[in-house]
T-cell receptor, first 112, second 112 residues
Framework: DAGVIQSPRHEVTEMGQEVTLRCKPISGHNSLFWYRQTMMRGLELLIYFNNNVPIDDSGMPEDRFSAKMPNASFSTLKIQPSEPRDSAVYFC??????????FGEGSRLTVL | AQSVTQLDSHVSVSEGTPVLLRCNYSSSYSPSLFWYVQHPNKGLQLLLK??????LVKGINGFEAEFKKSETSFHLTKPSAHMSDAAEYFCAGIQGAQKLVFGQGTRLTINP
């Protein structure tokens, strides 16, 4: 299995631009998580899905952030418009409801 | 709600000496607890997990952790550090159904 695949690995954009981060979970996993990692705040759970349905989005910072999971093999996290304070590494993870998460290698976002 | 606290932001040991990374949890019920490792520019990888089957849990790469209810602790240990153990380590616990919440992380440095 290829593991959790995230794209892009690196993104540099200007303030105000739309950013879309993509995730392909491990085949057969039924839960998907989006985390954000910064030096100041550590690892924060933004949102998670179970069977493609959003279960808890209480960690989504504000309306500029949105996430979708149109099918079991694909999810997106969108930021529109982006701001410099959104600069972080965004991780996607998937699991089989066991609490054991499998993480992708992350998408490093820099907003200038 | 369960939370985890990592007591040290940075631990430095010499190669070949024991490693101790400390984690305390707060919960009114038996928790599910995890240790993850993150190498530079990589996603997190599960080291081990506790799910009330046995208080001493063995993980990958020679790491183990002991669940101590009386101390509300789940410290990570390894008898002999290797240079390749240098990384960031995260303690985590389940909050609610399957929301994994992470501690702030402990950066482990190995001195030659």
């Amino acid at each position: 299995d290829a593991g959790v695949i995230q794209s892009p690995r690196h993104e540099v954009t200007e303030m105000g631009q739309e950013v879309t981060l993509r995730c392909k979970p491990i085949s057969g996993h039924n839960s998907l998580f989006w985390y954000r990692q910064t030096m100041m705040r550590g690892l924060e759970l933004l949102i998670y899905f179970n069977n493609n349905v959003p279960i808890d989005d209480s960690g989504m910072p504000e309306d500029r952030f949105s996430a979708k999971m149109p099918n079991a093999s694909f999810s997106t996290l969108k930021i529109q418009p982006s701001e410099p304070r959104d600069s972080a590494v965004y991780f996607c993870a998937s699991s089989l409801n066991t609490g054991e998460l499998f993480f992708g290698e992350g998408s490093r976002l820099t907003v200038l | 709600a369960q939370s985890v606290t990592q007591l040290d932001s940075h631990v430095s040991v010499s190669e070949g000496t024991p490693v101790l990374l400390r984690c305390n949890y707060s919960s009114s019920y038996s928790p599910s607890l995890f240790w993850y490792v993150q190498h530079p520019n990589k996603g997190l990888q599960l080291l081990l997990k506790y799910t009330s089957a046995a208080t001493l849990v063995k993980g990958i790469n020679g790491f183990e952790a002991e669940f101590k209810k009386s101390e509300t602790s789940f410290h990570l240990t390894k008898p002999s550090a290797h240079m390749s153990d240098a990384a960031e380590y995260f303690c985590a616990g389940i909050q609610g159904a399957q929301k994994l919440v992470f501690g702030q992380g402990t950066r482990l440095t190995i001195n030659p």
